[in-house]
């Protein structure tokens, strides 16, 4: 054996391939669960499927991928579905998805290159996850998970809805992107749950205290809603990222709700919490817009587009309002100022990242048009 050989051919300085099992709750998937484990292929060396009580075809696709199907009794529980799933695992590494996510090619490559290059000492990677994505396939709303855990450190999922993975240790931050392709018509399931657990007298927590808001809020009970947020502020114990956006959500609510005192408390309340946010800074251009403050409008838009990037953030992104969405608003508010050089320069930055964009487009024509009558007065002045 040659000097910078190792057992099996393998130079002492290779990394051995690290082994994964994926680990999936489903129930009635059967119209995306076979486009989510196509784009696993190369990346997990082992599927796990726990199936909640499918009445479709979702086990005879899961079966044409892997054998090991396991059922599980339909609790109310995530976090039990959950477990039983990570339990029933083998591999070194536990990978966890729902069945309308997928690994694009780009994320797949780079997953299966994760695999002969992460440290054996980490205990979870972290990845990006697209929760929106526009017709260009540009994300429009993301944040990140802990999506792949080591087994043997044995993390729990926790909260029977909105679930947790708890993890500690050597944690990495990973470029890689899992994006969730909602297939389906959002549904009261979770508030439901939410309810009932409240109904039993159970006490909740900062953490479900937020999700039951948002459970209300996404239903369409935005009095319920803001006054479950409240409930969460006023705890005192929410993650911060959480606290921000209880605010900005509060001041959704109010909106909905027609109070306009309180919609601009939240706005301000969210500062609180943290530095300005360039969601922040939108919506509370979009409030002074409403009544044509347009002064105060273009201070608040303006504030957005000096943020930076938002790459810093681990909760929730609107990705429009770090890029082209305060620009467009302010091309707006300049053309009502009759400042037109202003308006244009502002469309033309939104442009750059959303050319396609109805609105950016009918600016443009728009001040084509102009820009072609002043010129022909011009050439007849001359």
């Not at 489903?26 to 499927?49: M, P, W």
Request: charged content about 30%.
């Amino acid at each position: 054996m040659g000097a910078n050989q190792a057992a099996g051919g393998r130079s002492r300085g290779e990394r051995r391939l690290i082994t994964i099992s994926l680990c999936m709750i489903v129930k009635n998937e059967a119209d995306v669960l076979a486009r989510c484990l196509e784009s696993v292929q190369g990346i997990a060396d082992e599927i796990v499927i726990v199936d909640t009580g499918s009445t479709d075809h979702t086990k005879r696709i899961a079966s044409s991928f892997t054998e090991r199907i396991f059922d599980f009794e339909w609790i109310d529980d995530f976090a039990a579905a959950r477990n039983f799933a990570f339990s029933k695992a083998t591999q070194q590494y536990v990978l966890w998805l729902d069945a309308d996510d997928v690994f694009e090619p780009v994320d797949r490559e780079k997953f299966i290159q994760l695999k002969s290059t992460l440290d054996p000492d980490t205990d979870s990677v972290m990845m990006h996850y697209h929760l929106g994505v526009n017709a260009k396939g540009e994300v429009t709303s993301s944040l990140r998970r802990n999506r792949l855990v080591k087994r043997e450190r044995g993390f729990r999922w926790e909260k029977p809805v909105h679930e947790l993975l708890m993890v500690s240790g050597k944690i990495v931050y990973s470029d890689i992107a899992v994006t969730h392709k909602k297939e389906r018509v959002h549904t009261d399931r979770n508030l439901r749950i939410y309810r009932k657990r409240a109904e039993k007298g159970e006490q909740f927590d900062a953490r479900d205290l937020y999700y039951f808001a948002n459970e209300w809020k996404d239903n369409g009970y935005f009095a319920e809603a803001v006054g479950y947020y409240d409930r969460f502020l006023a705890t005192k114990q929410g993650w911060s990222e959480d606290c921000i956006a209880a605010c900005l959500k509060m001041a959704d609510c109010y909106g909905r709700l027609n109070d306009r005192k309180k919609q601009w408390q939240s706005l301000i309340r969210s500062l609180i919490h943290g530095s300005p946010r360039a969601e922040m800074c939108c919506r509370t251009g979009a409030f002074f817009m409403q009544d044509n403050r347009l002064d105060q409008a273009i201070f608040w838009y303006t504030a957005a587009t000096r943020l930076g990037n938002p790459d810093g953030i681990a909760g929730m992104i609107e990705h429009e309002a770090w890029t082209w969405l305060p620009h467009l608003q302010l091309c707006v508010c300049y053309d009502r100022l009759g400042n037109i050089a202003k308006a244009r320069e502002h469309n033309d930055i939104a442009y750059s990242y959303v050319p396609e964009h109805p609105s950016v487009q009918l600016n443009k024509a728009y001040f084509d048009k102009l820009a072609s009558r002043e010129s022909s007065i011009k050439g007849e002045s001359s």
